[in-house]
């Protein structure tokens, strides 16, 4: 589902963020990616959101070869794929309901089948009754909800989140943490950027560890 070849990323500063990754994650699998603050996680999500392109090396994410995509794909490229941030980015003058009905009011589908998936969505992440709240009104952990709601109301194949729990308490970031194993049980392919070591190790899940760029680990359930 999602190819790393051998990719390289450097940015205009001239900082190498990734050297030479390949790693290669089924789908249906969900894994973490960790390592310390600048070890390239971000900018490996970055890379799959077609947000960065490789220096060299290539990016596949469900069989797209992402090297060859014209601009005019990217944004179909990215309906595939959900995305969720430490810091959610929700809209905060529109309500709970607006903010996730947003992914498919952009993709232009009907307004009662925008209704019944957003519901759908905000029913999987416990917020069906706050459909009509405005987001400040939420809790933190609540608000990631909704950003995670966003992230899955377009069915996509593909979950990817960059520090999710990064704002959350050690409960908060637990039941976070679960609420994207649920999506894995049914069959999205999960990626999530996390230095919260203790929490990633007792999901029990593939951990990916980076270091200045390169791969330094790749922990399998069942591995020592
Ligand atoms: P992480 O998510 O693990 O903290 P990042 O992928 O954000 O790591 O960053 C990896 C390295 O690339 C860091 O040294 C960071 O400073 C650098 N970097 C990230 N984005 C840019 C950018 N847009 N321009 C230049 N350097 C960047
Ligand atoms: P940073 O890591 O510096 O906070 P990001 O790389 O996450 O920034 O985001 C860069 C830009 O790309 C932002 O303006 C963000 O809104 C946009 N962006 C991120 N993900 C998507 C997506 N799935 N679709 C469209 N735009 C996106």
């Known amino acids: 589902m999602i190819r790393f070849d051998q990719v390289t990323k450097r940015y205009p500063s001239g900082h190498e963020a990734l050297q030479s990754l390949s790693f ?12 310390h603050s600048g070890a390239g996680k ?19 994410v469900n069989g797209h070869n992402l090297h060859g995509m014209r601009a005019r794909g990217i944004p ?26 947003l992914p498919l009011i952009i993709a232009g589908l009907p307004r009662d089948e925008v209704g019944k998936r957003v519901r759908a969505s905000l029913d999987k992440v416990g917020l069906l ?41 050690p409960q908060l970031s637990a039941e976070i943490m679960q609420l994207f194993a649920d999506f894995q049980q049914v069959g999205t392919t999960v ?3 996390s230095h919260d070591l203790p929490l990633v190790k007792r999901m029990g899940k593939r951990v990916l560890v980076l270091d200045h760029g390169r791969l330094l680990d790749d922990w399998r359930p069942g591995d020592p």
Do not use: C, W
Request: hydrophobic share 45%.
């Open 24 to 35: 290669e994650l089924a789908a249906g699998e969900m894994a973490f990616i960790t390592g």
């Open 129 to 169: 009754d706050r459909e009509r709240a405005a987001p400040v009104t939420l809790s933190t952990g609540e608000q990631q909800r909704v950003g995670i709601a966003r992230a899955i109301v377009a069915k996509p194949a593909v979950l990817i989140a960059d520090e999710p729990t990064g704002n959350l308490d």
């Open 191 to 193: 990626l999530i950027a």
């Open 42 to 60: 971000s900018t490996l999500l970055k890379l799959i959101g077609l947000i960065e392109r490789p220096t060299r090396g290539h990016v596949t």
């Open 76 to 101: 179909q490229h990215r309906r595939g794929i959900g995305m969720v941030f430490q810091d959610h980015r929700l809209l905060m003058d529109r309500s709970v309901y607006d903010n996730v009905a």
